[in-house]
């Protein structure tokens, strides 16, 4: 069973930098595809980025250019670097671990940007 511990959240202000990180268990980490969600107060939960096996990279266009998503396979850890944060970065980050036809999520992490 895959289990997924998000750390890294905080408040800060805008302009303002926060690096999320989620370690996983288990042993299928490096042939999983890894992913960082949010979820804003009302809203739905959206992708923000995804890193595959092969570390291609995709970002919701929101964040494209102010967030980096990166892994290592030796710790089993994917990280989310957020820079020049906005108030509408503000939400629950969730990591997220597919593989195969399997989802696994972790507890969320609360992200709050104050303008």
């Known amino acids: 069973q895959v289990q997924l511990l998000e750390s890294g959240g905080g408040l800060v202000q805008a302009g303002g930098s926060l690096r999320l990180s989620c370690s996983a268990s288990g042993s299928i980490f490096s042939i999983s595809t890894m992913g960082w969600y949010r979820q804003a107060p009302g809203k739905q939960r959206e992708l923000v980025a995804v890193i595959t096996r092969g570390s291609n990279r995709n970002y919701a266009d929101s964040v494209k250019g102010r967030f980096t998503i990166s892994r290592d396979n030796a710790k089993n850890t994917v990280y989310l670097q957020m820079n020049s944060l906005k108030p509408e970065d503000t939400g629950v980050y969730y990591c997220?671990?597919?593989?195969?036809?399997?989802?696994?999520w972790g507890q969320g992490t609360q992200v709050t940007v104050s303008s």
């Open positions: 997220n671990l597919q593989y195969l036809s399997r989802d696994y």
